[in-house]
């Protein structure tokens, strides 16, 4: 099973930027999708966005406009590039990759925007 790796959390002031990073321990390129998602303290884990294997995207409507996923399946690699934070962004972030009716998490990566 692959493992995943989130990379790239921080303090960052509203309005700013930052580019999360999932390093996979195997080939992401057969991966049924992977994406992002987060919790934020006393509420669910929410979907943040997915990409499937044939590239099609999918963002929650609150990051829209705001945040991008890609990959780079040479590194085995999915990003997150998150830009015009907001205080409400806060959250970890986890890193998912499905394939075969089998679903990874990463450990996660923190993400807080604060003055």
């Known amino acids: 099973q692959v493992q995943l790796v989130e990379s790239g959390g921080g303090l960052v002031q509203p309005g700013g930027s930052l580019r999360l990073s999932c390093a996979a321990s195997?080939?992401?390129?057969?991966?049924?999708?992977m994406g992002w998602y987060r919790q934020a303290p006393g509420k669910q884990r929410e979907l943040v966005a997915i990409?499937?294997?044939?590239?099609?995207?999918k963002y929650a409507d609150s990051v829209k406009g705001r945040f991008t996923i890609s990959r780079d399946n040479a590194k085995n690699t999915v990003y997150l590039q998150m830009n015009s934070l907001k205080s409400e962004d806060t959250a970890v972030y986890y890193c998912?990759?499905?394939?075969?009716?089998?679903?990874?998490w990463g450990q996660g990566t923190q993400v807080t925007v604060s003055s």
């Open positions: 195997g080939s992401i390129f057969s991966m049924n999708y």
């Open positions: 998912t990759a499905f394939r075969a009716g089998s679903t990874t």
């Open positions: 990409m499937v294997s044939g590239g099609m995207t």
